[in-house]
């Protein structure tokens, strides 16, 4: 099983400031990587597929980057609505496995 | 638009038994792989169970492996997960999700609201 860890745990900042989410995988998965946000309540919503594609109606100020087995996930100039869990998640074998989640919460 | 609507959460007693659907609109339905997944609370996503959109293609996470079994009637454009054995740490909220493509889960593109399934005495 591939295991995914996030860092940092709790990120805090304010909103136009800039955020940096990293993603490292226990094994090389190329770019099968995913990201993933979710809010307070809500279900999650894909952002990010094969570590760069940004998913149907993601703002351009999200990006991912990365391949391997180590990746990013940046956020330019915060806004209110961005302040939530993010998840990884690997394709590339079963089981799917995600990240413990880094919480961007607002400083 | 896509929508997924998850019911049949409930309170159950360890060892019982419980059924969850998912109806999908906004799409052709059988074209796509399906999942669950599951978050206990206060804690992070935990993949269960995706089938692929003919039907084949069944995975399991071993966690629910022999217990859980993920099913679909493309007719009535619904997927369902027939849990069975509950223990106390099945007590989630399960999502249904979408896949992009017919066979297996790359990633999850649209997600349910969840059901919520307390297990416990």
């Known amino acids: 099983e591939i295991v995914l860890t996030q860092s940092p745990a709790t990120l805090s900042l304010s909103p136009g400031e800039g955020a940096t989410l990293s993603c490292r995988a226990s094994?090389?998965?190329?770019?099968?990587l995913a990201w993933y946000q979710q809010r307070p309540g809500q279900a999650p919503r894909l952002l990010i597929y094969?570590?760069?594609n940004r998913a149907t109606g993601v703002p351009a100020r999200v990006s991912g980057s990365g391949s391997g087995t180590d990746f990013t996930l940046t956020i330019d100039s915060l806004e209110p609505e961005d302040f939530a869990v993010y998840y990884c998640q690997q394709r590339n074998s079963w089981p799917r496995t995600f990240g413990p989640g880094t919480k961007l919460e607002m400083k | 638009e896509v929508q997924l609507v998850e019911s049949g959460g409930d309170l159950v007693q360890p060892g019982g038994s419980l059924r969850l659907s998912c109806e999908g609109s906004?799409?052709?339905?059988?074209?796509?792989?399906m999942s669950w997944v599951r978050q206990a609370p206060g804690k992070g996503l935990e993949w269960v169970s995706t089938l692929s959109g003919s039907g084949g293609g069944i995975h399991y996470s071993d966690s629910v492996q022999g217990r859980f079994i993920i099913s679909r009637d493309n007719s009535k454009n619904t997927l369902y997960l027939e849990m069975n054995s509950l223990r106390v740490d099945d007590t989630a909220v399960y999502y249904c999700a979408k896949s992009p493509v017919v066979v297996g889960a790359p990633y999850f593109e649209y997600w349910g609201q969840g059901t919520l399934v307390t297990v416990s005495s």
């Open positions: 906004g799409f052709t339905f059988g074209a796509y792989g």
């Open positions: 094994q090389n998965i190329y770019i099968h």
């Open positions: 094969d570590a760069t």
